[in-house]
């Protein structure tokens, strides 16, 4: 799988019965590695992407069931236009390109966000690029296109006010199980590890309500230059923490949910 020494020496390290089973990403600082190398911000986009089909494959290697990459937020339509629509036509090459090794490597796609904005023949690209991949199950990558996580939420909370009003849901009353089926994941697990490049400390509006137990981690490697022992390091980082989910840990170093002593 890897050939790299120190991958191994990572991959040895490993509990592969503590992976987590849903890893988002927010894939920041394409801009920056290139102006570092004063190249067209274009070219850390390319450079970028080149990165995500790497830490697909080495998620799929894992068996990793889900990955969730933030490709482009609702916000970056404010970007100058020869930069969206660069970022639109690389993204519809990606479609183009990927399939077959989606097909091959039973990867099956999704995409999260409000995707009614994106040009009409990405959109339908995407459409039938999700379709065609539909019934793989070995790893599930969603793209986060055109997203917000606050606009999610507003979003699922109109999915819901419409259903009621035509009779598709009852009047019973919201909790966070049923309100979360109405959200663009609906049916995914809520992301384990939430990894953010370029060393900035804020999460983007991005899965607001989904991250709401994730463990975060925040790494000064910029998005082109994140690879596979990066990814390694991280799930490392991931399986020293302790998860409490709001509760204490007992003497077992179980997660448990218990009242504090007052």
């Given at each position: ?68 990459l933030?490709?482009f ?30 097909m ?12 009614d ?51 598709h ?35 983007s ?39 409490r ?18």
């Amino acid at each position: 799988m890897f050939t790299a020494s120190d991958e191994k020496a990572l991959l040895e390290q490993i509990d592969s019965t503590l992976l987590p089973k849903h890893i988002a990403i927010i894939m920041d600082g394409n801009g920056r590695w290139a102006r570092q190398r004063h190249l067209p911000r274009i070219q850390g986009h390319y450079k970028g992407a080149k990165t995500a089909k790497r830490i697909i494959r080495c998620c799929h290697d894992l068996r990793i069931p889900y990955l969730t990459l933030y490709a482009f937020s609702d916000e970056n339509w404010s970007r100058p236009s020869i930069e969206v629509n660069a970022l639109m036509k690389l993204l519809n090459t990606y479609l183009d390109k990927e399939l077959r090794e989606m097909m091959d490597n039973d990867i099956q796609l999704r995409a999260i966000g409000n995707l009614d904005k994106l040009p009409e023949v990405i959109l339908k690209s995407l459409q039938q690029t999700i379709e065609q991949t539909r019934n793989n199950r070995s790893l599930v990558l969603t793209l986060a296109l055109s997203y917000s996580g606050r606009d999610e939420i507003i979003r699922g909370i109109n999915k819901l006010i419409k259903a009621r009003e035509h009779g598709h849901a009852t009047d019973e009353e919201v909790t966070a199980e049923s309100f979360s089926q109405w959200l663009d994941s609906a049916g995914y697990p809520d992301p384990d590890l939430l990894i953010r490049t370029s060393g900035e400390l804020r999460i983007s509006n991005y899965m607001l309500w989904q991250l709401a137990y994730s463990e975060l981690l925040f790494v000064d490697t910029l998005w082109p230059d994140f690879d596979e022992s990066s990814l390694l390091k991280a799930i490392l980082d991931f399986q020293q923490r302790k998860r409490r989910f709001g509760g204490l840990i007992d003497r077992s170093g179980s997660a448990k949910i218990v009242e504090p002593n007052r």
